[in-house]
């Protein structure tokens, strides 16, 4: 059987996504670029397993906001609220599963400079223009807003500032960009946060889906 992809070589390797076998060759390079991987495919596994093993540092010049400072201590002294982030993404996810770590990042990217300018007195919005990208915004602001009105019913709760917010979802976009492997159509990162921050068995059932317009 010959490869359907290139036409050329054998095809001896089963592709969940295709439905049929490919060959090693196109699976290594089609893999999150024309082919839509499935997440529990096991070449898809093995390939991120790999590229974790053996990333390098971001370099410096693809670190956001690279004069920013975000200590460790300050970012594990917010711990729960980095969690209800990636919960809201996570959760996000489970709705459209055609999100990947492009449209993830574009999100937190334009939400920590929305909030980075607020911080400075300026009323600044610009949501992604990818349609999925720009609902996970709403989607996550709206989740914020939440936390702010609950620091607001909690007379002793220290109310975090807009810049605040801002350096946190620095710090998200970061871990985002040191975790995705740049492919069109990469989940790295989103597998990286169901990792780190599993749902319970119930949130992971199929929900109605978002319409997105």
């Known amino acids: ?41 096991p070449h898809l596994i093995a390939a991120h397993r790999y590229e974790s093993e053996h990333r390098k540092p971001l370099p410096a010049s693809d670190l956001p906001y690279p004069d920013l400072k975000v200590p460790v201590d300050f970012v594990y002294e917010h711990w729960p609220l980095v969690t209800g982030i990636a919960t809201a993404i996570l959760h996000f996810h489970i709705q459209n599963k055609e999100l990947a770590d492009g449209a993830v990042l574009s999100a937190i990217e334009a939400l920590a400079e929305t909030y980075r300018t607020l ?9 992604p223009d990818l349609p999925v990208a720009r609902a996970l915004y709403g989607e996550i602001n709206q989740f914020l807003q939440e936390f702010r009105k609950e620091e607001a019913a909690h007379a002793g709760m220290a109310r975090l500032k807009d810049i605040d917010l801002s350096h946190l979802l620095v710090f998200l976009l970061r871990v985002g960009k040191q975790e995705t492997n740049g492919r069109p159509r ?27 317009p």
């Open 1 to 41: 059987m010959i490869c359907p992809i290139c036409g050329k070589r054998p095809a001896k390797r089963f592709c969940p996504a295709k439905g049929e076998k490919i060959c090693p060759v196109c699976c290594g390079r089609e893999r999150e670029v024309t082919i839509d991987c499935v997440p529990d495919c």
């Open 119 to 127: 911080g400075t007195g300026i009323y600044y919005q610009r949501p």
């Open 186 to 212: 990469s989940r790295a990162f989103l597998d990286f946060l169901r990792t780190r921050f599993p749902l319970p068995a119930e949130a992971t059932k199929e929900a109605p889906r978002i319409i997105i």
